[in-house]
């Protein structure tokens, strides 16, 4: 039996990755799971400090999961991945001598931010860091990492890492966060999926957006007009009536675009609504 492995590198365009990293970008890097983002940032960290230019450094902080709202142990097991992964990665004891000190000078609020801040000031080549898991914080613990990061973001390179990537299954900007300490929302809003996995099918948007106390989910499935209209519309109520019955929501969508040059734009556009199996779907006319 043959195994064959693709380079992790090959995986996202490199050429752009660098190019981010090279402008002191922050950004995020999110894909379902099982997909090689882990894989993909530990051969860039690889790459990127055999280039010499740069000390990079990957940190799973997926231990952190487990404090949820109480930001004093999440930031504590935030600071102890950093200094295992940078000893195991890098043999640098930095963080292993330095955060309890830091932290208990600080507190929770500043710790992360201030042995970032020395780690930089320690070394002569600007700091690249890879914080993944970064979607298993919730509620306080994340509101306090990304204030604490934001807050070294303008002492970049010199003082804070020059480039941040936040990896997780999700991105982190569309999250609905929920902050016990304030008793309020602090953010995103809603998402959006494209050819999201239904089963052995693929839809080609399912839109997710907080609703009173849940989040609404909506089918949207797009069609281009082959073998006539009302065949396209046919087949199309029945791919979005399946895919709408697999994910258990109530409303669903099917547009359906016509480049037939001939037709006036009178006929291409309209709204009808339909019932297939005794769900209502809206056909919109592109």
């Given at each position: 039996?043959?195994?064959?492995?693709?380079?992790?590198?090959?995986?996202?365009d490199?050429?752009?990755?660098?190019?981010?990293?090279?402008?002191?970008?922050?950004?995020?890097?999110?894909?379902?799971?099982?997909?090689?983002?882990?894989?993909?940032?530990?051969?860039l960290?690889?790459?990127?400090?055999?280039?010499?230019?740069?000390?990079?450094?990957?940190?799973?902080?997926?231990?952190?999961?487990?404090?949820?709202?109480?930001?004093?142990?999440?930031?504590k097991?935030?600071?102890?991945?950093?200094?295992?992964?940078?000893f195991?990665?890098?043999?640098?004891?930095?963080?292993?001598e330095?955060?309890?000190?830091?932290?208990?000078t600080g507190?929770?609020f500043?710790?992360?931010?201030?042995t970032?801040n020395?780690w930089c000031r320690?070394?002569?080549?600007?700091?690249?860091?890879?914080?993944?898991?970064?979607d298993?914080?919730?509620?306080?613990?994340?509101?306090?990492?990304?204030?604490q990061l934001?807050?070294?973001?303008?002492k970049r390179?010199?003082?804070?890492?020059?480039?941040?990537?936040l990896c997780g299954?999700r991105?982190?900007?569309?999250?609905?966060i929920?902050?016990?300490?304030?008793k309020?929302?602090?953010?995103?809003?809603?998402?959006?999926e494209?050819?999201?996995?239904?089963?052995?099918?693929?839809?080609?948007?399912l839109v997710f957006?907080?609703?009173?106390?849940?989040?609404q989910?909506?089918?949207?499935?797009?069609?281009?007009?082959?073998?006539?209209l009302?065949?396209t519309?046919?087949?199309?109520?029945?791919?979005t009536?399946?895919?709408?019955?697999k994910?258990?929501?109530?409303?669903?969508?099917?547009?359906?675009?016509?480049?037939?040059?001939k037709?006036?734009?009178?006929?291409?556009?309209f709204?009808?609504d339909?019932t297939?199996?005794g769900?209502?779907?809206?056909?919109?006319g592109?």
């Amino acid at each position: 039996m043959n195994h064959y492995n693709i380079d992790p590198l090959h995986r996202i365009d490199l050429d752009e990755m660098q190019f981010l990293i090279d402008n002191q970008k922050y950004f995020v890097l999110h894909a379902p799971r099982q997909t090689g983002k882990t894989s993909y940032m530990l051969a860039l960290m690889d790459y990127l400090n055999a280039q010499g230019k740069y000390i990079c450094l990957y940190v799973n902080i997926e231990s952190a999961q487990a404090a949820r709202e109480n930001v004093k142990e999440g930031i504590k097991a935030i600071l102890n991945a950093l200094a295992q992964d940078a000893f195991d990665y890098l043999g640098d004891s930095f963080f292993k001598e330095k955060w309890k000190q830091i932290y208990d000078t600080g507190g929770e609020f500043s710790a992360l931010n201030e042995t970032l801040n020395q780690w930089c000031r320690a070394n002569e080549k600007p700091i690249i860091l890879f914080i993944d898991e970064i979607d298993a914080l919730v509620g306080d613990t994340l509101i306090s990492v990304l204030r604490q990061l934001r807050s070294g973001y303008p002492k970049r390179p010199g003082m804070f890492p020059q480039s941040i990537i936040l990896c997780g299954v999700r991105d982190v900007r569309d999250y609905r966060i929920h902050s016990d300490k304030d008793k309020t929302i602090i953010t995103g809003g809603g998402r959006v999926e494209r050819e999201y996995g239904l089963g052995r099918q693929r839809t080609d948007l399912l839109v997710f957006w907080p609703y009173k106390n849940g989040v609404q989910q909506v089918i949207i499935e797009l069609k281009l007009i082959y073998g006539g209209l009302e065949t396209t519309i046919k087949k199309g109520l029945e791919q979005t009536w399946e895919y709408m019955d697999k994910c258990g929501t109530t409303e669903g969508y099917l547009l359906v675009f016509n480049r037939a040059k001939k037709k006036s734009w009178h006929d291409r556009i309209f709204r009808r609504d339909k019932t297939f199996k005794g769900t209502k779907i809206t056909v919109y006319g592109m």
